[in-house]
């Protein structure tokens, strides 16, 4: 039920101003924003939408607050503000604009598509004034009593070497889910229900990444062809839970009930990362809507050009300026907020070389970058880069500080490429470039300031693309259900078809198919650096061939989970049991989560090294080896000699991991002592379901390797 206030006029504050936002306190709530403006008044709208404006007549270094009394949490608000509309010096007051609170900790409502909530009328020019009232078209803010108990909630503070992404879409993850009660499929208390935990526990991930769940609204173009922004990549609240994927309600129920999901997932013992946009607003570049920057302080809140444009390094119509304090300061502290009064373990920030950015460069050392580093707060936090905006020189992959882990889009190209591109059709390029991907990609992250392996999160898929299956399903994009008329998604992929376009009954093509998700699934668990999954990427979920369902919320972008029954699930189910069995492999073996680049350096006075290539006829590459684009047959001996003890005394195995990329079948003659006296077989991906041979196999002997396969192989202690 929504309080009532009874003095509709702001009671100073104390001399210093108070924290941003709307703060509930004994008999009333105080309310702070950052404006430019000259003046600011707090917008109240009770049951039957009815405003009442108040004045704010504090000011205190560019914030301006106020006391109400009577006002308590559930009431929603907005702010108006008066000041100069002057494009053509970066000033788009207008007071006509219902704006949000930037530090709202909840956000009812969204977008109507109406020009009404743009900044300027459709056909007239970008600079002249639309005095038309936003308010019935734009979403509100909510007052929020941030009290929830945690009982004994502890951060699971998985290591990074231990770590297992699994990135979701927490609407997509549960909406088909049948053990879930309907009520909550698609919702924050889904995601937390018991039956997703077991999934996930059973899988063996230990850190479930969301897309974006920060406030956001679709773009106004979406919304009049009949789409949404389903990803989430349009941010209007940078403290607000989205509202939408909550099951009890949006008056500021949506805050706890997301705190009750990272409350489950911690007592399972999962991290939580989001997937947060502070790159962009969703207001957009000239034509947009104004929702709140714009309207608060324009020049404060963007990059500028020639006064009246944005500078758009995002892609997305403008691009936040962290080189201003206050904006600096919105985005620390949301991050602040998320950590420590959500409870969050980390982020991935999408286009971040966007906020490190200096008068035009991407800087280091910059400011955001500095900041982070020295706060003991987000320093603590788990911190992914997706290292690339569309800018000049935004292309950073490497360049980011000790602290930092970032999305390795190399490994992604090179493991394709070496499964399901040039070299699938016998035009390949060697498998020098996977050499590197696999062990670390050490000539990217060895400079980088004393970085090691583990500053890649190492990827095949991610919710930008084709799913795994369609990677190996179709080689052409199918993208006309978006309604950009195929335009868009990247139409270069490096996927393969296995020999139809498809879906097919043909019985060869998807064996083939099924093998192939097994190679990628294994070649993304045994390589050192840190492992991503994508949700129902282990169960085999297709988009039809979409690449860029960004703007689909239907079965199509849903996690399917019909595969738990009926004969047309099997290959699914044991797909699956492959994914399971690839994560423990990852888990039992040290040697596939090393911290430290290889040097191939002796690590015993045999000569056994750290690591060691070999050749299909089991001895050590030589250097030109490497330059041969025609070989498919390599072997990767990984030494556990010099690893730490468990604790039951035992040292780590040894594992030489064997590839062959190409169509046919190879022998491979296995390394001879002092590598190893005899090997046992644990995983071969021409297995339809995985099973270890029995038996051992002597070293110096030949082993056979199937087309397009995988087989690791542990050293006999």
């Given at each position: 039920?929504?309080p009532?206030?009874a003095?509709?006029?702001?009671?100073a504050t104390?001399?210093h101003a108070?924290?941003?936002?709307a703060?509930?306190e004994?008999g009333?709530t105080?309310f702070?924003?950052h404006s430019?403006?000259?003046?600011?008044?707090?917008?109240?709208?009770?049951?039957?939408?009815?405003?009442t404006?108040?004045?704010?007549?504090?000011?205190?270094?560019?914030?301006?607050?106020?006391?109400?009394?009577?006002?308590g949490?559930?009431?929603?608000?907005?702010?108006?503000v008066?000041?100069?509309?002057?494009?053509w010096h970066?000033?788009?007051?207008?007071?006509?604009?219902?704006l949000?609170?930037?530090?709202?900790?909840a956000?009812?409502?969204?977008?109507?598509?109406?020009?009404?909530?743009l900044?300027?009328?459709?056909?007239?020019d970008?600079?002249?004034?639309d005095?038309?009232?936003?308010?019935?078209f734009?979403p509100?803010?909510?007052?929020?009593?941030?009290?929830?108990?945690?009982?004994d909630d502890r951060?699971p503070?998985?290591?990074?070497?231990?770590?297992?992404?699994?990135?979701a879409?927490v609407?997509?993850?549960?909406?088909t889910h049948?053990?879930?009660?309907?009520?909550?499929?698609?919702?924050?208390?889904g995601l937390?229900?018991?039956?997703?935990l077991a999934?996930?526990?059973?899988?063996?991930?230990t850190?479930?990444?969301l897309?974006?769940?920060?406030?956001?609204?679709?773009?106004l173009?979406?919304?009049?062809?009949?789409?949404?922004?389903?990803?989430?990549y349009n941010?209007v609240?940078?403290?607000?839970?989205h509202?939408?994927?909550?099951?009890?309600g949006?008056?500021?129920?949506?805050?706890?009930?997301?705190?009750?999901?990272?409350?489950a997932?911690h007592?399972?013992?999962?991290?939580?990362l989001?997937?947060?946009?502070?790159?962009?607003?969703a207001?957009?570049?000239?034509d947009?809507p104004?929702?709140?920057?714009r309207?608060?302080?324009?020049?404060?809140?963007?990059r500028l050009?020639?006064?009246?444009?944005?500078?758009?390094v995002?892609?997305c119509g403008?691009?936040?300026?962290l080189?201003h304090?206050a904006?600096?300061?919105?985005?620390?502290d949301s991050l602040?907020?998320?950590?420590?009064?959500?409870?969050v373990?980390?982020?991935r920030f999408d286009?971040?070389?966007?906020?490190?950015?200096?008068?035009?460069a991407?800087e280091?050392?910059?400011?955001?970058?500095?900041?982070?580093?020295q706060?003991?707060?987000?320093?603590r936090?788990?911190l992914?880069?997706?290292?690339?905006?569309?800018?000049?020189g935004?292309?950073?992959?490497?360049h980011?500080?000790?602290?930092w882990?970032?999305w390795?889009?190399r490994?992604?190209?090179?493991?394709?490429?070496?499964?399901?591109g040039d070299?699938?059709?016998h035009?390949?390029?060697?498998?020098?470039d996977?050499?590197?991907?696999?062990?670390g990609s050490?000539?990217?992250?060895?400079d980088?300031?004393?970085?090691?392996?583990?500053?890649s999160?190492?990827?095949?898929?991610?919710?930008?693309?084709?799913?795994?299956?369609?990677?190996v399903?179709?080689?052409?994009?199918?993208n006309?259900?978006?309604?950009e008329?195929?335009?868009?998604?990247?139409g270069?992929?490096?996927?393969w078809n296995?020999?139809?376009?498809?879906?097919?009954?043909?019985?060869a093509?998807?064996?083939?198919?099924?093998?192939?998700?097994?190679?990628?699934l294994a070649?993304?668990?045994?390589?050192?650096?840190v492992?991503?999954?994508?949700?129902?990427d282990?169960?085999g979920r297709?988009?039809?061939?979409?690449?860029?369902?960004?703007?689909?919320?239907d079965?199509?972008?849903w996690?399917d989970?019909?595969?738990?029954?009926g004969?047309?699930?099997?290959?699914r189910?044991d797909?699956l049991?492959?994914?399971?069995?690839?994560v423990?492999?990852?888990?039992?073996?040290?040697?596939?989560?090393?911290g430290?680049?290889?040097?191939?350096?002796?690590?015993?006075e045999?000569?056994?090294?750290?690591?060691?290539?070999f050749?299909?006829?089991?001895?050590e590459?030589?250097?030109?080896?490497?330059f041969?684009?025609?070989?498919?047959?390599?072997?990767l001996?990984?030494?556990g000699?010099?690893?730490?003890r468990?604790?039951?005394?035992?040292?780590?195995?040894?594992?030489?991991?064997?590839?062959?990329?190409?169509?046919?079948p190879s022998?491979?003659?296995?390394?001879?002592?002092?590598?190893?006296t005899?090997?046992?077989?644990?995983?071969?991906?021409t297995?339809?379901?995985?099973?270890?041979?029995?038996?051992?196999?002597p070293a110096?002997?030949?082993?056979?390797?199937?087309?397009?396969?995988m087989?690791?192989?542990a050293?006999d202690?």
């Open positions: 039920m929504q009532t206030y003095v509709p006029t702001a009671r104390a001399p108070p924290p941003l936002g703060t509930v004994a009333g105080t702070a924003v430019g403006g000259e003046a600011v008044e707090l917008c109240l709208f009770d049951e039957s939408g009815d405003e404006r108040v004045p704010l007549t504090d000011r205190t270094n560019g914030i301006w607050h106020g006391h109400l009394p009577g006002v949490a559930g009431q929603r608000y907005g702010f108006r008066r000041g100069p509309w002057d494009p970066g000033h788009r007051y207008n007071a006509a604009k219902l949000l609170d930037p530090y709202a900790r956000v009812e409502g969204t977008l109507v598509a109406d020009d009404a909530v900044g300027h009328r459709a056909g007239h970008e600079t002249e004034r005095d038309t009232d936003s308010a019935p734009v509100r803010s909510v007052v929020v009593d941030d009290r929830f108990d945690w009982g951060r503070e998985v290591p990074w070497a231990r770590t297992v992404v699994y990135e879409h609407r997509g993850l549960t909406r049948p053990d879930v009660p309907p009520e909550l499929r698609g919702t924050y208390a937390a229900h018991p039956a997703v999934h996930l526990l059973d899988l063996g991930v850190t479930v990444e897309l974006p769940v920060q406030q956001s609204v679709p773009e173009a979406l919304l009049r062809r009949g789409r949404t922004n389903y990803w989430g941010t609240g940078f403290f607000a839970p509202a939408a994927y909550a099951a009890t949006s008056r500021g129920e949506q805050v706890a009930e997301f705190k009750a999901m990272v409350r997932l007592t399972a013992g999962l991290e939580v989001l997937d947060v946009v502070y790159n962009h607003t207001e957009g570049g000239v947009g104004t929702l709140a920057w309207g608060l302080d324009n020049r404060a809140a963007y050009r020639q006064g009246r444009l944005y500078t758009d995002t892609g403008n691009t936040l300026d080189r304090p904006t600096l300061r919105m985005v620390t602040r907020y998320w950590l420590q009064e959500m409870h373990d980390g982020f286009l971040a070389p966007a906020l490190a950015r200096g008068t035009d991407f280091s050392a910059g400011t955001f970058l500095s900041v982070v580093a706060d003991p707060v987000l320093a936090a788990k992914v880069a997706e290292p690339w905006d569309v800018g000049p935004g292309y950073q992959l490497g980011f500080p000790a602290g882990a970032e390795n889009d490994y992604r190209d090179a493991v394709r490429e070496a499964w399901l070299n699938a059709r035009q390949g390029s060697g498998l020098r996977l050499a590197y991907r696999i062990s050490s000539d990217v992250f060895e980088g300031g004393g970085r090691g392996p583990l500053a999160v190492n990827f095949v898929t991610a919710h930008d693309g084709f799913t795994l299956h369609d990677l399903t179709y080689e052409q994009k199918r006309e259900a978006n309604g008329h195929n335009r868009d998604g990247s270069h992929n490096r996927g296995c020999g139809a376009e498809g879906p097919t009954d043909d019985v093509v998807l064996a083939v198919r099924r093998r192939m998700l097994r190679n990628l070649t993304l668990l045994t390589s050192t650096g492992p991503m999954l994508t949700a129902g282990e169960t297709t988009q039809r061939g979409n690449n860029n369902g960004y703007c689909l919320d079965e199509s972008t996690v989970w019909s595969w738990r029954h004969p047309d699930g099997a290959w189910r797909l049991a492959w994914t399971r069995a690839l423990a492999l990852r888990a039992e073996h040290p040697v596939l989560r090393q430290d680049f290889f040097d191939g350096r002796p690590v015993h045999d000569g056994r090294k750290d690591l060691a290539w050749a299909p006829d089991g001895h590459m030589a250097d030109v080896g490497w041969d684009h025609d070989r498919r047959v390599l072997g001996y990984l030494s000699v010099d690893l730490p468990d604790r039951g005394g035992r040292a780590p195995t040894s594992l030489l991991v064997l590839l062959n990329t190409g169509p046919a022998s491979f003659v296995l390394p001879a002592v002092p590598w190893a005899t090997y046992v077989a644990l995983l071969d991906t297995d339809e379901v995985p099973r270890a041979a029995a038996g051992h196999l110096g002997g030949p082993t056979a390797l199937g087309p397009m396969s087989r690791v192989l050293v202690p």
